[in-house]
């Protein structure tokens, strides 16, 4: 698997100079979507973001212990276990509630330590953050813990559930997040910077961007922004054989060949994160020409029909995701071939394949 840093980088300098009012935040969790969070920061280093996105305290720590020295949100908190790791690693919480707010406020303080934290407002996800119609009645308790402890409110944000899909839900979402954010102001609570945006909202409604934007699949050469792919998966072809007509092929016998066939195995298979479901529907890359996938994908290999590329032997280089020549499979087409996301296929690529890190141009 390669990962072309300077593609990551020039997608985050694309989004920069689309909205040039937003800072950005990319999100980086689950290993830097398959990615590698370690490599994927420092790429990003040079790209003058506000900070870096993470899920749990854990992976804050990964960076943290990389020497990454940016700021680190973490949006999945669990804060009866993760309060004193965030503290002491310099992370910032996102809070969901008046008692993770305390919890955190009460580390904060036992540390002699000035907590910045983000609060959720809930606007349709029904998963986290304050319901939108409570803050107002939140919003007294929330002043007198960010009195009492030492805790600095550093930005107040929401998640719209269907950016890319419904444009009516998203801005009845964002009509009903400046509700909120009025319900904070009238209690003379300053919400910090406000965010919302994920890629796909910021480049579809840009009055929505805000103070800051949540960039995740678009830097890694998904969803509709059009940026540089990312990803590339190779793999070696270990065997090559004829095989006459009547020939069954892999787990099942799903397959069965027309007529005398030449076929290649590749020594890559769904425990590397090739997807079950590309079994005798899926395509690789020889020579630059397609390869059919042919039978079932099994978990350490797979069998594509290699007639069509008669100079194909042992050692050669198939690609399973990425460009040879003229042609290209694209990560939208394993989606829709799967049908799953693009962020499934990327956090599925198993931390079997080596990840090797590229800079092109």
């Known amino acids: 698997m390669e990962v072309d840093l300077s593609a990551i980088r020039r997608n985050a300098q694309r989004l920069a100079a689309l909205l040039p009012g937003s800072r950005l935040l990319p999100m980086i969790k689950a290993d830097g979507y398959g990615l590698g969070a370690v490599r994927v920061a420092h790429a990003l280093s040079s790209a003058d973001v506000w900070g870096l996105g993470v899920a749990t305290a854990e992976e804050g720590a990964v960076l943290r212990s ?29 809070v969901t509630s008046l008692e993770a707010l305390e919890a955190f406020g009460r580390v904060a303080a036992g540390a002699g330590a000035r ?15 304050v319901p939108a119609g409570s803050v107002r009645s939140w919003a007294s308790d929330l002043a007198r813990l960010l009195a009492d402890y030492p805790l ?3 930005s107040t944000f929401t998640h719209f559930h269907s950016a890319d899909s419904d444009e009516a839900a998203t801005r009845a979402q964002w009509a009903e997040f400046q509700g909120a954010l009025t319900s904070l102001r ?7 910077l406000v965010h919302a945006a994920n890629s796909a909202a910021a480049l579809r409604y840009k ?3 805000a103070d800051v934007i949540r960039p995740g699949i678009a830097l890694f050469g998904g969803g509709e922004a059009s940026g540089e792919p990312v990803v590339s998966v190779f793999a070696r072809v270990l065997d ?51 390869a059919p996938v042919r039978g079932a994908v099994c978990m350490d290999v797979m069998v594509v029909d290699v007639t069509a ?51 092109s141009g």
Do not use: K, W
């Open 66 to 94: 990389a020497e990454y020295s940016g700021r680190i949100v973490v949006f999945s908190p669990l804060p009866s276990r993760d309060a004193a790791d965030i503290v002491q690693g310099e992370l910032e919480p996102a």
């Open 115 to 129: 907590l910045p934290v983000h609060l959720e407002v809930d606007t349709g996800m029904a998963r986290l953050g």
């Open 152 to 154: 600095t409110l550093a």
């Open 186 to 192: 009238d209690e003379g609570i300053e919400p910090g």
């Open 207 to 209: 009055e929505v961007a």
């Open 240 to 290: 090559v054989r004829e095989v006459g007509p009547g020939q069954t092929v892999s787990y099942g016998a799903t397959y069965r060949t027309s007529e005398r066939s030449r076929l290649a195995t590749l020594a890559i298979g769904y425990a590397d994160g090739v997807r079950f479901e590309l079994s005798n529907r899926g395509h690789v890359l020889l020579s630059g020409v397609r």
């Open 309 to 359: 590329i008669p100079d194909v032997r042992p050692g050669d280089i198939a690609t399973v995701l990425g460009r040879d020549g003229e042609e290209e499979i694209t990560l939208r087409e394993l989606t829709e071939q799967c049908g799953t996301i693009e962020y499934e296929i990327l956090t599925g690529l198993s931390p079997r394949l080596p990840r090797i890190s590229v800079e």
